[in-house]
C-alpha cells in the first residue's frame, strides 16, 4: 500500500485537528499564523483523501477512514502532461507593447520567451504592470529586457505528479509553470518549451475530481 508523503505543515494540522475538534478553518490559520488562503491547498489535499472530514459551519475533524482512497491514487498518478494546455510563447526581441496585447489576447497570465525552440525567459502580467507604471516607452523596449531568465524560472516536466506542479505554483506565487523536455547540445542543458500548467488548469482538475 502507497502512503501519503505530507508536509510538516499538513502534520502540523492533522494534529491540531485532532486535539481540537471541531476547528474551523480561521483558528486552524490563527494557530499555525498563516493566512485562510494559504492553508487551502493543504486542507483541500487532506479531505480529498480522507484524512479529514470537512463539516458545513461545524468545522473540520478526523476521519477514520484510510488515507490511501481512491481519490488519493488517482490524484497520486496524474502527471503533468495529462493535464497540461498550450504554452503561450513569443521571442525576445517582440515589443513589450505588442507583448502585452498578445497576453490579452489568449487570456494568460504568463508568456514564456524561447529562442530557437528552447525556453529562455519568462514574463507576467506583474512585470508588466511594473514597467506600464515605470514610464517607460514600451513601443520600444523588448520583451527580453523585462524578462525573468533561465536558470530563475521554475519549470516541470511532463513526467512530473501533477500535485507537485500545484504545490510549485502556491510555494512560489506564480500564474503557470512552463512544461519543459531537457536536452544537450555539447555541454550546454538546454530547455525545450513543450507545455505549461497553469491555476487553470489545477482549478479544472479539481472539478474533474469532484465530478
Known amino acids: 500500500m502507497s502512503t501519503i508523503k505530507l508536509s510538516p505543515r499538513q502534520q502540523e494540522i492533522i494534529k ?23 492553508l487551502r491547498p493543504d486542507l483541500a489535499i487532506l479531505t480529498m ?4 472530514e470537512a463539516r458545513p459551519k461545524v468545522g473540520y475533524i478526523y476521519s477514520q477512514k484510510p488515507s490511501n482512497s481512491i481519490l488519493y491514487e488517482y490524484i497520486r498518478k496524474m502527471k503533468v502532461k495529462d493535464i497540461m494546455t498550450k504554452p503561450v510563447v513569443t521571442g525576445e526581441e517582440t515589443k513589450v507593447y505588442d507583448a502585452i496585447v498578445y497576453l ?3 487570456d494568460v497570465g504568463t508568456l514564456f520567451i524561447e529562442n530557437n525552440g528552447c525556453l529562455v525567459g519568462a514574463v507576467s502580467r506583474k512585470d508588466f504592470l511594473k514597467i506600464a507604471i515605470g514610464g517607460t ?11 525573468t531568465r533561465m536558470p530563475n524560472i521554475i519549470y516541470v516536466d511532463t513526467e512530473d505528479l ?24 555539447g555541454n550546454k ?4 518549451i513543450v507545455g505549461k500548467v497553469s491555476k487553470t488548469n489545477i482549478t479544472k482538475l479539481f472539478v474533474k475530481l469532484g465530478d
Open 16 to 38: 491540531l485537528v485532532k486535539e481540537n475538534p471541531p476547528i474551523t478553518s480561521e483558528k486552524l490559520a490563527s494557530k499555525l499564523n498563516v493566512t485562510r488562503a494559504a
Open 49 to 52: 483523501t480522507g484524512i479529514l
Open 104 to 106: 490579452f489576447l489568449n
Open 137 to 147: 516607452d514600451m513601443h520600444q523596449v523588448p520583451v527580453g529586457v523585462i524578462m
Open 162 to 185: 501533477a500535485y507537485v506542479a500545484a504545490k510549485k505554483i502556491i510555494e512560489h506565487e506564480v500564474d503557470s509553470l512552463p512544461v519543459v523536455e531537457k536536452f544537450k547540445e
Open 189 to 192: 542543458e538546454l530547455y525545450k
